[in-house]
């Protein structure tokens, strides 16, 4: 089946920071979506992409949907305490088939005072 | 409080035993969604209802597990004979048609298995 391969694994930044993630493909995705977990927690949608070359922002995050539609990345801009927790890709093949999000294996952030 | 709902948040089984897991979904989505996640890893894709039909079930969902959702509302997931593997937290999703064309689900709290 396809895999994402997310990296980095872990990051470890000094609040008011920058951050920057990615997610990389083997197979073509329609649909690239970041979710956020939080310790004990379902993951919650932060943003979707829909279209190759997109750019969408939510607040102080910005993702991309690459050209080649096999990657995507994920920025934070001035971190803060609350952005702590796992970041997910997910990626979706077709429209319809949400029923099977393939997910990357996570991006711990960890957000030093 | 009208998010997606699952219990038992915690389960602690022996090796053997049967357990069984409940999801209520968000009440006007249709679309119900079971994923596991384990220790370091992303949801990985169980079994998927349109009402109260089972869609799709993935080569993940061995036969000791059966999902059901009988009236198109609150949906279990029962795992008999449960193994040392079975351990991860078991994840419930749901969407409406919109959120089912998008990837865009509704995640419960997931139930946290662990099995000695």
């Known amino acids: 089946g396809q895999q994402l391969n997310q990296s980095p694994q872990s990051m470890f930044i000094q609040e008011g920071e920058d951050v920057s993630m990615n997610c990389t493909s083997s197979s073509i995705f329609n649909t690239w979506l970041w979710y956020k977990q939080d310790p004990g927690e379902g993951p919650v949608l932060l943003i979707a992409?829909?279209?190759?070359?997109e750019l969408t922002s939510n607040g102080r995050l910005t993702a991309q949907f690459g050209i080649t539609r096999k990657d995507s990345f994920l920025n934070i801009s001035a971190s803060i305490p609350s952005d702590v927790g796992i970041y997910f890709c997910a990626g979706q093949l077709f429209s319809g088939s949400a029923r099977q999000l393939t997910f990357g294996s996570g991006t711990q952030l960890t957000v030093l005072p | 409080d009208t998010g997606v709902s699952q219990n038992p948040r915690h389960k602690i089984t022996k090796r053997g035993q049967n357990v069984t897991f409940r999801c209520d979904p968000i009440?006007?989505?249709?679309?119900l969604y079971w994923y596991r996640q384990t220790l370091g890893q992303g949801p990985e894709f169980l079994t998927y209802?349109?009402?109260?039909?089972?869609?799709?079930k993935s080569r993940l969902l061995s036969d000791r597990f059966s999902a059901e959702r009988p009236k198109g509302s609150f949906s279990t997931l029962e795992i008999q004979r449960t193994e040392q593997g079975d351990s991860a937290m078991y994840l419930c999703a749901s969407s409406g048609d919109r959120g089912f064309n998008t990837g865009e689900l509704f995640f419960g709290e997931g139930s946290r298995l662990t099995v000695l």
């Open positions: 992409l829909y279209k190759a070359g």
């Open positions: 009440s006007e989505h249709n679309r």
């Open positions: 209802f349109q009402n109260e039909a089972q869609l799709e």
